[in-house]
Structures are given as C-alpha cells and as structure tokens.
C-alpha cells in the first residue's frame, strides 16, 4: 500500500458487526497474504501498538474462508498505521502509582455469539 493511495484514517475499524464468517455469496480470497500480514502485525502488539490488537483478533478469526471484505478491513488496519505512525502510548508512573491497570469492555456486541471481549493492559 504506497503512499500514493494513502488517505487519512482515524478510527481502526468503522463497524465490526459487518465483520462475520464468510458465506456462499462472497468472494473468497487468498488467505497466504493475508495470514502473512496478521502475523507480522504481532510483533508490533506487543512492542508498540497494542491499539490494533483487538481488531487484528477480529480479523484472525476467520483465516480458513476468508470473505473480500475481510482483505478491506486488513487494508484499512494499515491504512490506519500509516496515518497514526508518528503516535504511540507511552507507559509510565503515574503520581506515586507504582502499579496501573487499563481495561475495557464491549458488552456482549458480538452479533454472532452475544460474547463479551474485554481486554487489559498493566503497568509494573
């Protein structure tokens, strides 16, 4: 994805209730890249952005039949990176805080399942 294309995003995903397991209907894409995109983003999790880990855990639930719309919500997850690159979270102490915790919830938003998803980030 060059630069040429590249046009501003601010919000990760716009809706994942239209993310959803692929059907006779849509086309189907080649999961090698698409696989290959997903685990180079792992590494960058981890280390420095953790603001794309709940939707790259959407978009790798499905990796066996792999929908297009799929391989659009992956280009706009880079999309995204390329537009908050020079952001990133910054850890540290707090006041006196020696020990911080984050979390958050979505509250039974998944469509297909009524789950939960929440997720947690802590500072030591």
Not at 72 to 83: N, P, T
Not at 106 to 122: C, N
Request: proline share 3%; net charge negative.
């Amino acid at each position: 994805m060059g630069n040429a294309n590249h046009v501003p995003i601010s919000i990760l995903i716009d809706s994942y209730n239209d993310l959803c397991a692929a059907t006779d209907d849509n086309t189907q894409i080649d999961p090698t890249i698409y696989t290959m995109i997903i685990g180079s983003f792992i590494f960058a999790i981890v280390y420095a952005r953790p603001d794309i880990a709940f939707a790259l855990w959407e978009l790798s639930q499905f990796m066996q039949e792999l929908a297009e719309h799929y391989g659009r919500a992956l280009e706009r997850v880079i999309g995204y990176l390329q537009s908050t690159i020079k952001l990133w979270l910054r850890f540290g102490p707090v006041g006196d805080s020696w020990l911080v915790v984050y979390l958050d919830a979505d509250y039974a938003t998944s469509k297909m399942d009524r789950k939960s998803i929440s997720g947690t980030v802590g500072t030591l």
